[in-house]
């Protein structure tokens, strides 16, 4: 009987052992599967602002190499306007305010995408290049700086070196955050690497 008893003491406790066991995996494999799904949570998370990010940056650069294509023609078309008392129906000066409409139109829309840009970024690069590129566009006013102004071919060329600059800087910022490198053997690459969340930058 004792024997019998003890036997079953035996078996019991190996079946608490191994249960106990089973349980403790259970709970570490649990684990394991908790931390690679957050894990691929996180990722995807920073594919997504990856992608976000790369989309506001290409249609702001879009909108401001418009708008610095569109302020540049409305300063050289200007500058060859005829005397004011030339200008009734002449061709140059209906094309001169043609241009000045588009870089007046262009201008919003680069305002509108800036703070989308802003919203997004997580980078203080690109935060500044895109203020910079705004502080020059703000200095550019369509209705005086033209007509009747006897500098308005240096005026102009120094605008447009600022736009430009701005958007050198915004380019160079962008290729930063977004962990874009060029490719030795083919020139600029579109290529990335995996993004890093905010703590890892």
Known sequence: MD???AGLIGSL?????????????????RKWQI???????????D?????????AYAAFMDAEMDATEKINWAWLINASEPPPEERSNHPVSEAASE??????????????LTQEVL???SSDAVKQAVMSYNAAMRSYNPSAAHRGNPDVSEQGRALVMRLAQGHTLFVAAAREELRIKDSPRSGPSPGRQ???NDDQR
């Open 13 to 29: 406790g190996g079946v608490i052992v191994g249960a106990t066991a089973q349980a403790a995996q259970a709970a570490r494999s």
């Open 194 to 196: 995996r993004p890093l």
């Open 99 to 112: 241009a000045l409409r588009l870089a007046t139109e262009a201008i919003p829309k680069v305002t509108r």
């Open 47 to 55: 594919t997504r602002f990856w992608q976000e990010r790369r989309t």
């Open 35 to 45: 931390a690679d799904q957050d894990r691929t949570a996180a990722e995807a998370q």
């Open 3 to 5: 024997a019998a008893i």
């Open 119 to 121: 919203l997004i970024t």
